[in-house]
């Protein structure tokens, strides 16, 4: 029944598997159809090696539950489920261990913006979350992961931050698909990476100008964005 949105997040993950920030299973992509009221995610422990379109699980965006696929979802379904809630505008989510990311989150470091390739994804640092509670951990750890990121982003737009390092975890990406939501954690990979090789080279090094923060952006995102091709309309 969901053929077409289960290829497409298969297609996903398949695209997080060749980018080279996921070893074995650690890493998943979800992506949604709001109309539908479903998401599709990756199934829980199932090598990319092995995994077929079919494999991947729908799950319903009111009650979490799994309405089509034979295999469990992944282990971080609630946290997605939690993330679609919390942000609207969302229509895919990707959640993976990349080496320099998580090392800023295991740190619990925020990556700062340091220069306009950050800036040209991310506006401004991309926040870690507070501590998990033990009550939260014991509770509903998955859900109250999702709702911690949420919380991260109480005074931030999701849209314009798109990626959040869970404190002592690893990275979760969104964008409006799942493809977008894996290319958003390549980019915070490379901006994490660049951040802390700067920090080798430099720790003193001057602050990012916020003018150059607010150009790059800009440019891409903003209502009179320059970067890339106009669409024109045929005679």
Same mark, same amino acid.
């Given at each position: 029944?969901?053929?077409?949105?289960?290829?497409?997040?298969?297609?996903?993950? *398949?695209?997080?598997?060749?980018?080279?920030?996921?070893?074995?299973?650690?890493?998943?992509?979800? &992506?949604?159809?709001?109309?539908?009221?479903?998401?599709?995610?990756?199934?829980?422990?199932?090598?990319?090696? &092995? *995994?077929?379109?079919?494999?991947?699980?729908?799950?319903?965006?009111?009650?979490?539950?799994?309405?089509?696929?034979? *295999?469990?979802?992944?282990?971080?379904?609630?946290?997605?489920?939690?993330?679609?809630?919390?942000?609207?505008?969302?229509?895919?989510?990707?959640?993976? %261990?990349?080496?320099?990311?998580?090392?800023?989150?295991?740190?619990?470091?925020?990556?700062?913006?340091?220069?306009?390739? !950050?800036?040209?994804?991310?506006?401004?640092?991309?926040?870690?979350?507070?501590?998990?509670?033990?009550?939260?951990?014991?509770?509903?750890? $998955?859900? $109250?992961?999702?709702?911690?990121?949420? $919380?991260?982003?109480?005074?931030?737009?999701?849209?314009?931050?798109?990626?959040?390092?869970?404190?002592? !975890?690893?990275?979760?990406?969104?964008?409006?698909?799942?493809?977008?939501?894996?290319? !958003?954690?390549?980019?915070? $990979?490379?901006?994490?990476? *660049?951040?802390?090789?700067?920090?080798?080279?430099?720790?003193?090094?001057?602050?990012?100008?916020?003018?150059?923060? !607010?150009?790059?952006?800009?440019?891409? %995102?903003?209502?009179?964005?320059?970067?890339?091709?106009?669409?024109?309309?045929?005679?």
């Amino acid at each position: 029944m969901y053929e077409e949105l289960k290829r497409r997040v298969f297609n996903a993950n *398949m695209l997080l598997a060749r980018s080279g920030l996921v070893i074995l299973t650690w890493g998943n992509v979800s &992506e949604a159809d709001r109309e539908a009221g479903v998401f599709a995610i990756k199934p829980s422990g199932v090598s990319y090696d &092995e *995994m077929k379109a079919e494999d991947v699980v729908i799950v319903s965006l009111e009650s979490g539950e799994r309405i089509e696929g034979k *295999m469990n979802p992944s282990s971080d379904t609630k946290t997605h489920l939690a993330l679609y809630r919390a942000f609207p505008k969302a229509g895919g989510i990707c959640h993976c %261990h990349s080496t320099f990311a998580t090392a800023y989150a295991q740190a619990s470091h925020p990556i700062p913006c340091l220069g306009t390739t !950050h800036a040209d994804v991310f506006f401004g640092e991309v926040p870690v979350t507070r501590a998990l509670t033990k009550e939260e951990i014991d509770k509903d750890y $998955e859900g $109250e992961t999702g709702m911690v990121i949420a $919380e991260a982003f109480a005074e931030l737009d999701p849209a314009a931050t798109p990626g959040v390092l869970v404190r002592q !975890h690893g990275p979760f990406t969104w964008g409006k698909n799942g493809v977008e939501a894996v290319e !958003h954690a390549q980019v915070l $990979e490379q901006t994490a990476k *660049m951040a802390w090789i700067q920090n080798m080279l430099d720790p003193d090094a001057e602050s990012f100008n916020l003018d150059l923060l !607010h150009k790059h952006y800009e440019r891409k %995102h903003g209502a009179n964005a320059t970067y890339g091709q106009s669409s024109h309309k045929t005679r």
